[in-house]
Nanobody, 115 residues
Framework: VQLQASGGGLVQAAGSLRLSCAAS????????LGWYRQAPGKQRELVAAITSGGRTNYADSVKGQFTISRDNAKNTVYLQMNSLKPEDTAVYYC??????????WGKGTLVTVSS
């Protein structure tokens, strides 16, 4: 599985960004696509994930603020991030979790939220 993420950048607080991640390769083996983030000096954490059936899971810190969606025809997952805060600044990683438990990661995309 290969993952190509895009959409990061610099935004002012209260602004919005949308991240995209296109999956290719063994698409049929993917159970869930998701986004993780890692802020400086912190561990990588789950932001949001969506299963092949459309079930979503969000970190408590982003509920109501971020929305994850999936276009199965394009094998792409999106993360719409609204009302961004400086604490949302991090490198965001796309993740593909396979039915067999394996994980694949895309290259990170930096999101910087200025105050």
């Amino acid at each position: 599985v290969q993952l190509q993420a895009s959409g990061g950048g610099l935004v002012q607080a209260a602004g919005s960004l949308r991240l995209s991640c296109a999956a290719s390769g063994s698409i049929f083996s993917i159970y869930a696509l998701g986004w993780y983030r890692q802020a400086p000096g912190k561990q990588r954490e789950l932001v949001a994930a969506i299963t092949s059936g459309g079930r979503t899971n969000y970190a408590d810190s982003v509920k109501g603020q971020f929305t994850i969606s999936r276009d199965n025809a394009k094998n792409t997952v999106y993360l719409q991030m609204n009302s961004l805060k400086p604490e949302d600044t991090a490198v965001y990683y796309c993740n593909a979790h396979q039915y067999n438990g394996a994980d694949y990661w895309g290259k990170g995309t930096l999101v910087t939220v200025s105050s």
